[in-house]
C-alpha cells in the first residue's frame, strides 16, 4: 500500500467536509453579538434607572451578563445558542464566562468543593494571573510614558 500524498489528502478532505455557509454563519453573529449588546445596554439603561450612577450600571451589567453566561453554561443551553448563532455569543464576556464554567462542569461528579470548585480555580488562575499581570505592565508602560510626554 502506497502512502498518500499531502495533495491526495488534501483532495480527500475537502471531499468529505461540507462547505460552510459563511455568509448566513456571518450574519447570525453579528445579529446574536448585537443582540447580547443590546441587552447590555438595556440593562444598563435599567440600572440608571433604578437609581445606579452610570459606573456602578456598567458593573452591573459585567455581573448580570458574566452570571447570565454562567448559568445557560450549566444548564447545557450556551453550547445549543453557540450552536445556532456561532461566534456571535462569544462577545468578550459571555464568551469568558462560558469559557470558564465549562470545563469545570465537566468535574461536577467529583462534588461541589473538591470537583467544581477546584476545577474553576485551577481554569481561572492562569486566567487571572495572566491578566492582572497584562494589567499591571500595561499600567506601568502608560504611567512611564506620561511621565516621559506629559499632555
Not at 77 to 98: E, H, K, M, Q, S
Not at 117 to 125: E, P, Q, R, S
Request: a positive charge; glycine letters at 10%; charged letters at 10%.
Amino acid at each position: 500500500m502506497k502512502p498518500i500524498t499531502p495533495k491526495e489528502y488534501d483532495r480527500m478532505a475537502q471531499k468529505a467536509s461540507p462547505s460552510s455557509p459563511s455568509l448566513k454563519n456571518c450574519l447570525l453573529a453579528f445579529v446574536t453579538g448585537g443582540a447580547i449588546c443590546v441587552l447590555g445596554q438595556f440593562l444598563c439603561e435599567t440600572y440608571q434607572q433604578w437609581g445606579l450612577s452610570l459606573q456602578n450600571a456598567r458593573c452591573g451589567v459585567s455581573v448580570t451578563l458574566i452570571f447570565c453566561a454562567a448559568l445557560l453554561t450549566a444548564f447545557g443551553w450556551f453550547d445549543n445558542i453557540a450552536r445556532f448563532a456561532g461566534a456571535g455569543t462569544l462577545v468578550p464576556i459571555t464568551g469568558f464566562a462560558n469559557a470558564m464554567v465549562s470545563p469545570a462542569m465537566e468535574f461536577k461528579s467529583e462534588g461541589i468543593i473538591t470537583g467544581l470548585g477546584v476545577k474553576t480555580f485551577t481554569i481561572a488562575g492562569p486566567v487571572l494571573v495572566f491578566g492582572i499581570s497584562a494589567s499591571v505592565i500595561y499600567g506601568l508602560v502608560l504611567w512611564v510614558m506620561r511621565m516621559l510626554l506629559p499632555l
